[in-house]
């Protein structure tokens, strides 16, 4: 602490500090260990705090408070711990409310402190001021307005609460400017566990759990779907036990991706607009669907019409708005699967499907004949992102952390990628928000600084964040980008192919010259454009220390398949 900030009151046990150093106090106490922030003038005495704390707090000066929420969602998303973005009032504020969004619809922990005007100004349009607060209403699973120092100890341990109980999400606290300035005894920092009327985690009732656990052993063609659910209650090893004791083939939305490393024999692959034939086509084939920690999100369903008519569904949440919210169940089982799988696998049959994983098996290797061969091993042509996949997987070993950005790449990138590991797929699912990968992933950097990063980007997104390669140099953040340029806003014509007549509105794009672009900020660069030239760029960028950024130049026309066309049910997926 300041100590020109702080008076002792030995007789109360309390101590004199400023609302600023209260709120680092919290910080320090709830374990921040970076903080991704831009200061202004409504958050200057915090700044001022700050400087005091260099040994305890970090703090990475971002280029864009977009880029702050998003890095501090990467450190939620790989480390498991609550991400810290701090921005200033008006501007700073509103320029965080893409990532509060996308952290929300992905149940991602993050705390967002915004400076606000002095408290007797609100209201009158002063100088930077917004309405943060109405503003992020919808955005967020609790906001609040603190304008008195004293309020700040108890008002962070609730947003450290909220944020990272139960199904968890982001968390916004406003903070005036005369309560970061103000002096107030201080009583210490007590972490919360509890709020009145706030239940994180659901009763769990043990008959849903039987009635589960019976429908599930009488089922002929049962099938799993899981979610980020599974990672965010860290339940992978639960939630292998119960797929392998119960034999069922098991298929996964992007954000679960890892939760079950790709290679096992009951990991049946990706669900989805552009997921795997078999899981997709299968979900309208199978008797009993099992859905753990997922919302069914209209990408994954298509059609709700046309999904999974004929199956008896269990699920899995620890939501209890997610149950019945798209899909109706036949049995909800709410509750934190972390405790609800254990239970249900103890009440299951030992089962082997073989007849039934067999059919997944032939259309696996039906798409792999027509789409994912040519995807990863194209004979001729310009170089396939399936291909870069490829040799990124052999490098790495799936051992990787890999951030995708939004478009055709993050698609293949999430269909292609080995994940041998939990928490390694960080990508914008929900909101699906281009420019998310570059500060998402220096974010992860932070959150497990001991693993590589590795950023894969199109050069439509790459172009909504790439300021922050400012971020990457000054503070020497060791991560690979790849840009997969297809000269396209690729996803964008790849509708307009199939649904639009090939008209190609606005999705050609051009880019600067990447590498040189890096170079501007000391960062080495390679830009590659011929096959065999591919595999020794990527080798020569996981040999370079510190960043790299690898222009890959892809064909233009790709696309994606399969393919569940928008307003098809998940049956009518198509292989070209
Ligand atoms: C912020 C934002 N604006 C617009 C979109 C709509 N959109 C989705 S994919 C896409 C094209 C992405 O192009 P690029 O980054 O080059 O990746 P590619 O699809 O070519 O791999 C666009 C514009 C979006 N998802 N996010």
Avoid at 203 to 224: D, F, G, H, S, T
Avoid at 463 to 483: F, P, R, V, W
Avoid at 496 to 501: G, N, T
């Amino acid at each position: 602490m300041n100590t020109a900030q702080q008076q002792k009151t030995t007789e109360k046990q309390t101590v004199r500090i400023s609302g600023s150093v209260a709120i680092l106090e919290a910080l320090v106490a709830e374990g921040v260990d970076v903080i991704f922030g831009i200061p202004g003038g409504a958050s200057i005495a915090i700044y001022d705090a700050l400087y005091d704390y260099g040994e305890k707090l970090k703090h990475i000066l971002v280029r864009h408070e977009q880029a702050a929420i998003h890095a501090a969602q990467g450190y939620a998303r790989t480390s498991g711990k609550v991400g810290l973005a701090l921005a200033t009032s008006g501007p700073g504020a509103t320029n965080l409310i893409t990532g509060i969004a996308d952290a929300m619809i992905d149940s991602t922990p993050v705390v967002c402190i915004t400076g606000q005007v002095f408290a007797h100004l609100l209201g009158t349009d002063a100088f930077q001021e917004t309405d943060i607060i109405n503003i992020s209403s919808p955005i967020t699973k609790w906001n609040y307005q603190v304008t008195e120092a004293a309020e700040i100890p108890g008002v962070l341990a609730k947003a450290f609460y909220i944020a990272k109980s139960g199904r968890p999400g982001p968390v916004l606290i406003d903070i005036t400017k005369n309560a970061q300035l103000e002096l107030f005894d201080y009583k210490g920092y007590t972490k919360c566990n509890h709020i009145r009327s706030y239940r994180p985690k659901p009763v769990i009732r043990e008959k849903y759990i039987e009635q589960a656990a019976e429908l599930i052993n009488k089922a002929e063609r049962p099938m799993v779907i899981w979610g980020q659910g599974v990672i965010l209650g860290g339940a992978e090893k639960e939630f292998k036990a119960f797929i392998e004791k119960a034999g069922i083939p098991s298929a996964w939305t992007i954000l679960g991706a890892g939760a079950v490393s790709n290679d096992h024999p009951l990991n049946v692959g990706m669900l989805g607009m552009h997921g795997n034939y078999a899981p997709n086509l299968l979900t309208n084939e199978c008797d009993v669907l099992i859905a753990i920690g997922m919302r069914f999100d209209d990408r994954v369903t298509g059609r709700l019409d046309r999904y999974a008519l004929q199956a008896k569904v269990v699920h899995l949440d620890i939501d209890p708005a997610e149950i019945d919210k798209n899909v109706k169940s036949t049995v909800g089982v709410w509750g934190d699967c972390k405790e609800t799988l254990p239970m249900l696998t103890a009440l299951i049959q030992e089962k082997v499907y073989d007849d039934w994983l067999g059919m997944f098996r032939r259309f696996y290797l039906e798409e792999l004949e027509r789409v994912v061969i040519t995807e990863l091993n194209p004979l001729s042509g310009e170089i396939s992102m399936g291909e870069v996949i490829r040799h990124l997987n052999s490098l790495t070993k799936g051992e990787a952390i890999v951030v995708s950005d939004v478009g055709q790449h993050q698609m293949i990138t999430c269909r292609y990628t080995k994940f041998n590991k939990s928490r390694s797929n960080v990508t914008s699912g929900g909101l699906g928000t281009m420019g998310f990968a570059l500060p998402a992933a220096i974010g992860a950097k932070y959150g497990v600084p001991e693993r590589p990063v590795v950023v894969v980007a199109g050069d439509g997104g790459f172009q909504m964040t790439l300021q922050e390669l400012g971020t990457i140099m000054q503070n020497k953040i060791d991560i690979k980008i790849i840009i997969l340029n297809n000269r396209f806003l690729g996803m964008i014509r790849q509708w307009q192919e199939l649904f639009s007549e090939s008209r190609y509105s606005f999705s050609d794009i051009e880019s600067p010259d990447f590498v040189a672009l890096a170079a501007s900020y000391r960062i080495e660069g390679k830009c590659v454009s011929e096959r065999d030239e591919l595999s020794g760029a990527l080798e020569e960028m996981f040999n370079s220390k510190g960043a790299f950024l690898l222009e890959v130049k892809v064909a233009k026309e790709n696309n994606v398949f399969p393919m569940v066309p928008q307003g098809c049910g998940v049956g009518e997926i198509r292989l070209s």
